[in-house]
């Protein structure tokens, strides 16, 4: 019922920065939190960070004072702000829509855009 896609990854040097963007459309009615979640091979798909509908953010302890969520709901769209990149930063990242703040997830998710930083 709810689609997410996910634009703006890319190659990028250690230091450097990408903005990722994320549109929904579909039935947003019941949906109350948009985030982004990244998976590198072999290892769980994690928090990156995450934001309800009043403004409210949760982070991961690695993007904390690098990264910066935001969201524009008249849009439905929702950012994230990479700035001081590092190589263990590579991975792809996804979008992803959430009934409720509180849970670790949502059943909705985009496909995907491809992170990597490197020299």
């Known amino acids: 019922q709810v689609q997410l896609v996910e634009s703006g990854g890319g190659l990028v040097q250690p230091g450097g920065s990408l903005r990722l963007s994320c549109v929904a459309s579909?039935?947003?009615?019941?949906?109350?939190?948009l985030g982004w979640y990244r998976q590198v091979p072999g290892n769980q798909r994690e928090l990156v960070a995450r934001?309800?509908?009043?403004?409210?953010?949760k982070y991961a302890d690695s993007a904390k004072g690098r990264f910066t969520v935001s969201r524009d709901n008249a849009k439905n769209m929702v950012y994230l702000q990479m700035n001081s990149l590092k190589p263990e930063d590579t991975a792809v990242y996804y979008c992803?829509?959430?009934?409720?703040?509180?849970?670790?997830?949502?059943?909705?998710w985009g496909q995907g855009t491809q992170v990597f930083v490197s020299s």
């Open positions: 579909g039935n947003m009615n019941h949906i109350n939190s």
């Open positions: 934001m309800d509908n009043g403004g409210r953010a």
């Open positions: 992803n829509a959430a009934f409720s703040f509180y849970s670790d997830y949502g059943p909705y």
